[in-house]
């Protein structure tokens, strides 16, 4: 349990990475790094692809990074539509990326392909909690 | 060259908006016309490969619906789902089935009925064709993703929103020529360029229409093939290949990874190169998504896709006609049945029966068919 408090609309109640949400609720937006064989995964993982292992210990991505692309929508699915217009941006923090909204308070003709961006953690009023881009 | 399999029958109903009838109906529409296309009886096909994303249906599990139907009990059934590629996985089923020894004659069927829920709906299902823990919360849908590829693309080569709209042009202008197609209208440039924004910088016109529609291939082993069909079209190659379904696990942007590898395969299987294609049907359920197919398939290196369109070599006269029966731009997409669509088109061609959009003496047809976007791939080369 746990899971369900992603996002302003959650899809998956039950998952083993739903740790990832009492990160979030730290202010902290973690990823999983497998300890047997080091590899890094965003979304984080339980299962390590790489090795077969599950002994995953989470890490904070922090620091900048840069705009890979985004797109401002003008249109929601069923359940996003008080939500319209947003602007969706996948950012690189060096080797991971991340797909997540940018901030309403920035302008979308400010946005520039390999802009510098941070995350931000934001708590919804209902209790929900995700995360998205401002400048950096 | 293999020349193991071949397609014997093609057929595919009028794709539209609101389809009054049922999905059986539907499916039976597309499947008339290939049986009589192929002149062969129900007691001669061995299995059927129903393919559909049925979340858009009531009915569950369809393919025995649809099998009943065509009547085509008590021979076995198989349901593939591959989003919008469904159907060119389905092919690639029956092409196991046949190669394998397993049936002479298989069916391969793909509908869809987009109509029965709203457009929105229709995206929110969309939406969850994407990573439903880590994307979807975000408020994903299928013309964002495609956005983002789009402004790469421009990012990396210069790419320009009028390159796109010229796609869009080329579509429409064939679009006209297709009974079967939902949008049978002309698109200028100008009407393209100043289209509302759907999710930048895609703009309406950049997008195809959900439609509801079938197709149906009809495949045989190449001894029966020689023994009932007076035209086979076999298939010379063919590849498929996977990208993760969540794009922050891609490596790039600008083009797709999973319709590269598929070329790839079915250019080595095939032993033809993009030089050798006369005429192809790429996945263009956005402009962006084919001018991304021109350099996958090896029709232009990387980043010289925009220089195709604006020299009109994608065009029927010029080097390498893509998309001449208009493409999903102008007949619509209705996921299951899409990828049929395009084969039916190819073949056709293949057999010089293409009416107004026959490219003189096309031998060599190729079908790139993509699902969700970049996560399957598949490629497909047909000959004489």
Redesign the interface.
Known sequence: MG?ER???????SQ?KVAEFVDYLDKGELAYTKCRTCSQAY??PRADCANCLGNDMEWKAIEGSGTI??????????????A??P?T?V?AEFGD??????MSKSVP?ETLK??MPVKVEIVKLPDGQV?YEFLPA | MPKDVAVIGVGQSAFVRGYQGSIRELAFEAFREAMQDAAISVKDVGASVVCSAPEYDKQRTPSGLIAEYLGLNPQPTFLVENVCSSSTSGLRVAYSLIKSGLHDVVVVLGFQKMSEITSADSQERMGRGADIMFESPFGTLMPAYYAMHARRHFHEYGTTEEDLALIRVKAASYGVLNEKAVYRKPVTLEQAMEAGPVCSPLKVFDCCANADGASCIIMASADKAKEISKEPVYILGLGAATAPMNVTGRTTFSGLDCARLAAKEAYEMAGVGPQDIDVAEVHDCFTIAEMMAYEALGFAEPGKGPELIRNRETYKEGKIPVNVDGGLLSKGHPIGATGGSQVRTIVLQLRDKAGAIQVPGAEIGLVHNIGGVGIYGNVIIFGR
């Open positions: 899971f992603f996002g302003s609309k959650s899809f998956t998952a965003f979304p890979a692309t985004f797109t401002h929508t003008m249109y929601a699915p069923t359940g996003f539509e939500e319209a947003y969706i996948v991971i990326k991340v797909l997540g909204r979308v392909v390999g995700t």
